[in-house]
């Protein structure tokens, strides 16, 4: 089975990835393919380590080339965390395989991995969606990102997406009002806070249009 887990930063999708894995595995491997660079890196390294202590996982650190990785044993379940530092690795890295081969480098190490398990849960990034222009390597990137996931997605058996609310919306006694969670962070939010108002525009001018509709209807008095 392959499971493909997406989701933006701070979504909560790696705690999402590792209850799949928790869920249908006995026997747990977490491949890491984050390179510690710097105290952002080593800070969320530390943080992946937390979530999963005391859940029976494994650890190989393996940073690319995923298609020749050997591994002692089979296990249930393998967790790939995570598809976009796999990607930047290939890309980046001297010794990663480039541009021309980072595509088929990585599906070729997603179909070896599964050879080890009876699970294949991959964690990816969701950044397709605020339309800022990059330099080109970064839309490189971007890019191959989104081929790849277009190919796991049809290779996967289930595909989830993890998601941060910014806001919940109320309606009540006919008034409808927002309770922010997070702040503002995308013209996307922006465009959620608008929506009690224009909710509340909308009804008015229903009511309106019913008002004179019933007006139209009305017969007039002989």
Known sequence: MLILVTGGAASGKSEHAERLVCEKAQSRLYLATMQPFGKSAEARIARHRALRAGKGFATVERTLDLANLRLSRQYDGILLEDLGNLLANE???????????????????????????ETLVIVSNEIFA???PYPPETMQYIRILGELHQKLTGKA?????????????VIEKGKCRMMQ???????????????????DKLTELLKAKDGKADEAETPAAE
């Open 181 to 199: 969670i997070n702040n503002y962070t995308s013209s996307a939010d922006r465009a959620v806070s608008m929506i009690p108002e224009l909710v």
């Open 91 to 117: 890309l980046f890295a001297p010794e990663g395989a480039g541009a021309g081969s980072a595509f088929d480098s990585i599906v070729a190490g997603v179909d070896n991995l599964q050879k080890y398990c």
């Open 157 to 169: 058996d289930a595909v989830y997406e993890s998601v941060t609310p910014v806001a919940f919306i």
């Open 130 to 132: 605020d339309g800022v």
